[in-house]
């Protein structure tokens, strides 16, 4: 069946810092493939998707590319402020017939310092 | 727009006890999801809707159940609580469309004592 690994955290950062988040997948077929944010006390929030091999998700900085090669859609920032500390989950998406099935990596937990 | 509400935020129960989690969307989405996040172990389905009057099994359904008799609103149903059961509970809803996301509430956090 399908499933997701994540890098295991908490992953500490400095403001400004380069961040990269690795996900890879285990999945047949086509997938669309999700990153998605969850800030303390709060439900999880879209941060940005790829549908097909190759496409290229952004939003607020972050991207990440979906690479069938080699299975991974690995979240980067060229520079993380402290707002970003959250966790991150990345998730494998698949149209079933009685409706999409998302499948999640465990999340990783990012805390951007001073 | 209030998006997914849920309610309880938060809520103690005794073994045994049962409780219904309430989900609400107004976004006129189709497909309703209830999801339980426990730490270190990422989201796993409950139940899923398509439409109202159609619900679903997902991964880890025993000890609950669910109702959809309307298209806003999905309560999640404990009869018999147990310390197993002790989680956040996370709902969501999504437009039809086969890469739509799912928008989420923020979550009932529940424990069974």
């Known amino acids: 069946g399908d499933s997701v690994t994540q890098m295991e955290g908490p992953v500490t950062l400095s403001e400004e810092a380069f961040l990269t988040i690795n996900c890879t997948y285990t999945?047949?077929?086509?997938?669309?493939l999700f990153w998605y944010v969850q800030y303390p006390g709060e439900g999880l929030q879209l941060l940005l998707k790829?549908?097909?091999?190759?496409d290229k998700g952004s939003n607020k900085g972050f991207e990440a590319t979906y690479r069938k090669e080699t299975t991974s859609f690995h979240l980067e920032k060229g520079s993380v402020q402290v707002s970003d500390s959250a966790v991150y989950f990345c998730?494998?998406?698949?149209?079933?017939?009685?409706?999409?099935?998302?499948?999640f990596g465990t999340g990783t937990q990012l805390k951007v310092e001073l | 727009n209030a998006g997914v509400t849920q309610t309880p935020k938060f809520r103690i129960l005794k073994i045994g006890q049962s409780m219904t989690l309430q989900c609400t969307q107004d976004?006129?989405?189709?497909?309703m999801y209830w999801y339980r996040q426990d730490p270190g172990m990422g989201l796993k389905l409950i139940y899923y809707?398509?439409?109202?009057?159609?619900?679903d099994k997902g991964e880890v359904p025993n000890g609950y159940n669910v109702s959809r008799s309307t298209t806003e609103d999905f309560p999640l149903r404990l009869e018999l609580a147990a310390p197993s059961q002790t989680s956040v509970y996370f709902c969501?809803?999504?437009?039809?469309?086969?890469?739509?996301?799912?928008?989420f509430g923020d979550g009932t956090r529940l424990s069974i004592l």
């Open positions: 969501a809803s999504r437009p039809t469309g086969s890469n739509q996301p799912q928008h």
């Open positions: 999945a047949t077929g086509y997938p669309s």
């Open positions: 790829a549908t097909k091999a190759d």
């Open positions: 998730a494998l998406n698949r149209v079933t017939g009685g409706g999409n099935k998302l499948t």
């Open positions: 976004m006129n989405h189709n497909y």
């Open positions: 809707s398509v439409g109202a009057g159609i619900t």
